[in-house]
Every structure is written in structure tokens, then in C-alpha cells.
């Protein structure tokens, strides 16, 4: 067990829907990470924050956004959901948010199907 | 700019075999950071090891071993005597400095462990 916690881990939903995925980092790590994995294109980076900034962007879509709140938890929320969106989609922790220091811890991830 | 090629897309060994799991990556940075992660069935992505780039000793954890080799760009990863648990995708990653941003991650290995 990583610590971090996934909700929901199914989600099912239609075309242009919106839908939020939420994070909780593991007790005391400060970065919250998300990333996507498709089966085309592999692990995909979205979007980091840390202690409640966003730190670095990565190929997110403008449809899609994030937060992470004072209690350090994390949503993401995708919108206007279009079939290709479907994916598992990880969120991952760390201590410091550098990787010299301290390694990324993933949760269990959401398994998004967009029909 | 950084590559990791995971070439085997999927390996099968009989249960106590050795098996070796190649990771060839390519940066232009002199410091940079190697993982490894494993992601079995149910689908968490798991932390397995994190390596600098300043150190190329071997580590050895139980069955897993790493072999580091500067001079041929690898990270390679092996499992003494397998066992049907050790059935999984397992990812290698590479982390330049600057941030988790620029963790770039293989396609994966599938190791189907026969019993």
C-alpha cells in the first residue's frame, strides 16, 4: 500500500460529460502529481502541484484541470469528454516534489470509460 | 531530449527462471535519476528502486538485482528464481533535474511468470 488514495477507482460516463478525480497524498508529502496512462501512449504527465501551487504543466488539455486544497488533497477534473479521454489515470505523491530526494509513490489509480 | 526504450514488449519464463528486463535510455544531462516501478494485474503502479546517476553500483534487494552501466545508457533489471507474483508490467523511468515534470517513462516489459 502506497498511501495514496484513489477515488473513484471505475468511473463510466458519456461523451461530453465531466467527471472529478480525486487524490490524497500520502501523510506528509507536500506534491501531488497526475498522470495519464492510455494503452497508445503510455504514462503521460499532466500536471504537478505542490503545497497547494501548480509547480509544472505537462501535456494536459485545456479541457481538463486540477487543484490541490489546503488539506493537500488533490481533483482533477476532466470535461467535455470525448471517447479518446478514456485511460487510467494515476495520481502520485512525494515528500519534497524533487526526484533527488524523494521518489514518486502512485496510487491505485481511476480507470476512466468514456462511451 | 530524453528517451527510455523498453524494447522486450513482453516476456514469458517458467516459474524459477532468471529473467532480465532491459532499460536503454538516453539523456544529455550528466545528473539525472533512473526508477524502476512495477505494475501488476490489479493495476497500482509500485516503487521498486530509484538510482542516480552518480552511482553505478549494483544494488541487489532479495530476488531483484539492478545493473547500472553509464557506458552503455542502461538500467537493467533482473529477477533470480521468479515466481508467479512477479507477473506484471514493470516500467523503467528516467528523471532529469528540475522536477517530476521531466520524468519520461518506457512502454513497459510484461513478465508473464508460468507456474
Known amino acids: 500500500d502506497s498511501g495514496v488514495t484513489q477515488t473513484p477507482k471505475h468511473l463510466i460516463t458519456a461523451t461530453g460529460q465531466r467527471v472529478t478525480l480525486r487524490c490524497s497524498p500520502r501523510?506528509?508529502?507536500?506534491?501531488v502529481y497526475w498522470y495519464q496512462q492510455s494503452l497508445d501512449q503510455g504514462l503521460q504527465f499532466l500536471i504537478q502541484?505542490?503545497?497547494?501551487?501548480?509547480?509544472a504543466k505537462g501535456n494536459i488539455l485545456e479541457r481538463f484541470s486540477a487543484q490541490q486544497f489546503p488539506d493537500l488533497h488533490s481533483e482533477l477534473n476532466l470535461s467535455s469528454l470525448e471517447l479518446g479521454d478514456s485511460a487510467l489515470y494515476f495520481c502520485?505523491?512525494?515528500?519534497?516534489?524533487?526526484?533527488?530526494?524523494?521518489?514518486?509513490?502512485f496510487g491505485n489509480g481511476t480507470r476512466l470509460t468514456v462511451t | 531530449a530524453q528517451k527510455v526504450t523498453q524494447a522486450q514488449t513482453e516476456i514469458s519464463v517458467v516459474e524459477k527462471e532468471d529473467v532480465t528486463l532491459d532499460c536503454v535510455y538516453e539523456?544529455?544531462?550528466?545528473?539525472?535519476?533512473l526508477f524502476w516501478y512495477k505494475q501488476p494485474p490489479s493495476g497500482e503502479l509500485v516503487f521498486l528502486i530509484r538510482?542516480?546517476?552518480?552511482?553505478?553500483q549494483n544494488e541487489i534487494s532479495g530476488r531483484y538485482s539492478w545493473n547500472f552501466q553509464k557506458s552503455t545508457s542502461s538500467f537493467n533489471f533482473t529477477i533470480t528464481a521468479s515466481q508467479v507474483v512477479d507477473s506484471a508490467v514493470y516500467f523503467c523511468?528516467?528523471?532529469?533535474?528540475?522536477?517530476?515534470?521531466?520524468?519520461?517513462f518506457g512502454t513497459g516489459t510484461k513478465l508473464q511468470v508460468i507456474p
Open positions: 502541484y505542490y503545497n497547494g501551487e501548480e509547480r
Open positions: 539523456t544529455r544531462d550528466t545528473t539525472y535519476y
Open positions: 538510482r542516480n546517476s552518480f552511482d553505478e
Open positions: 501523510s506528509g508529502d507536500l506534491s
Open positions: 502520485a505523491s512525494s515528500q519534497t516534489g524533487q526526484p533527488y530526494n524523494s521518489p514518486l509513490h
Open positions: 523511468a528516467l528523471s532529469e533535474p528540475g522536477g517530476y515534470q521531466k520524468v519520461t
